[in-house]
């Protein structure tokens, strides 16, 4: 039996299998039929206790005693559908999954034998969670840790892939002493109408509004560009800047930056080179770390190797930086992907990095690349280390003309 991590994929050798999440507290558990752009086609492709068969995938009930499940018969599911995700989240209403540890696991559904388990990390106040993805990958079928939280519940899911979830009326307010005028509150976005046979109001009461995954803290302005991790998880945007600050301490400790990226045609491989160029105080080149020199800086940075395919949803390559350990030259870092065969960028879709705390696996900034030129290098961003002794983050998304990171040596020693 296989125990998995956020992103890590397995093949699977039997056609049916099932996915049962179990945890201290009562789950709903459902699954959900998605297209090759993310979507379910109908309402009818939400799989859960009020709906509990559509083609190829069952609901399994626990009766209470047992985990419930998702059930993939792979052979009935449709040609058109590319993945089952499987989703949870607590019965009792507002419950979050803080000090709740679920374990997923993947099964034989025919005689319950487990192929691997995965249990998500840090969680926190999420109230749903995307576990497990049963996908299909050039003609075969494999699983995929996912592990990805949700703050507005299994409804938050649902509207996300498509799903029309009925607002249910507001509950009468009751009497109270008259409290100060609040703030206005944004316009909340539309709602999709309601489908004809409506959904489980309890999944309709988190569902006000439907909102997307659970919110990183807000980037700053553009023009005042930096901000720190006092609010949590930040999202850049290009050439917005982030201090690896918390607390009002600098973050000294060991980090990943992870990269990631998938073909932007389905059913073709993608072989892309993550890197990290080194820098001293006058950007003179120090080292490279790549796939063929996996370690620099006396072991201060390293690099997990070749990725030739680029699939999966999860890190595609992880560079780890002891930024304690790094010697007192190293001023700049510059993380960069190549093409070496010569693929351009517009054949990638969704490239990103992202810095993790290597200690306790907590994702601190991402920076997701939103555009593509026809180029076979990128610089995606770079760690710079103040005269204070702290590191700033900053997203980059250059593209240059290089297939190896040696061609990214001068344009990145520009940049910083």
């Known amino acids: 039996m296989t125990a998995m991590t956020p992103g890590s994929n397995i093949p699977l050798s039997v056609a049916r299998v099932a996915v049962d999440v179990a945890a201290p507290v009562r789950l709903d558990v459902s699954g959900l039929l998605l297209t090759a752009d993310g979507k379910v086609r109908s309402d009818d492709d939400f799989i859960f206790y009020n709906q509990p068969s559509g083609p190829g995938v069952t609901y399994r009930s626990g009766g209470g005693t047992s985990p419930d499940a998702i059930v993939v018969d792979t052979a009935a599911v449709p040609a058109g559908i590319e993945k089952i995700v499987v989703t949870a989240s ?22 319950g034998g487990a192929i691997a388990t995965f249990t998500p990390p840090q969680l926190g106040g999420e109230t749903a969670l995307l576990v497990i993805e049963i996908y299909r990958r050039n003609g075969a079928w494999k699983a995929r840790a996912v592990g990805q939280g949700y703050a507005n519940g299994l409804a938050g899911i649902a509207t996300d892939f498509g799903v029309s979830v009925e ?19 944004p316009a909340a ?10 959904l489980d109001p309890r999944i309709a009461h988190a569902a006000a509004p439907p909102a997307p995954p659970a919110p990183p803290a807000p980037a700053a302005p553009a023009a005042s560009g930096r901000i720190n991790l006092d609010k949590g998880r930040v999202n850049l945007q290009k050439n917005q800047t982030v201090s690896l600050v918390k607390g009002g301490r600098p973050l000294l400790s060991q980090v990943k930056m992870g ?9 073709k491989d993608i072989d892309l080179d993550a890197s990290v160029i080194a820098y001293g105080p006058q950007r003179n080149h120090l080292e490279s770390c790549y796939f063929g020199k996996l370690s620099i800086l006396g072991g201060a940075v390293k690099h997990s190797g ?15 930086v ?14 960069t992907v190549n093409s070496f065969t010569g693929q351009k960028f517009t054949e990638v879709a969704k490239a990103y990095c992202r810095l993790i705390d290597a200690a306790t696996g907590e994702e601190l900034v991402r920076f997701d690349l939103t555009g593509a030129e026809p180029q076979t290098g990128v610089m995606m961003a770079k760690l710079i280390k103040q005269f204070s002794g702290e590191w700033e983050m900053t997203a980059m998304g250059e593209f240059v003309k290089s297939r190896t990171v040696r061609g990214m040596v001068k344009p990145a020693a520009k940049s910083l």
């Open 90 to 111: 607590p019965d009792a209403a507002g419950q979050t999954f803080q000090g709740v540890e679920p374990t997923a696991t993947v099964r034989n559904a025919d005689d």
């Open 167 to 185: 607002e249910p009326a507001p509950a009468p307010a009751p009497v109270a002493a008259p409290a100060p005028p609040a703030a206005p509150a």
């Open 189 to 198: 976005p539309p709602v999709a109408p309601p489908p004809s046979a409506p």
């Open 259 to 267: 990269l990631g990226w998938e073909p932007a045609f389905r059913g």
């Open 306 to 320: 070749d990725n030739l395919t680029g699939e999966g949803a999860g890190d595609d390559e992880v560079i780890v």
């Open 322 to 335: 002891d930024l304690g350990r790094l010697p007192a030259e190293a001023t700049g870092l510059v993380f």
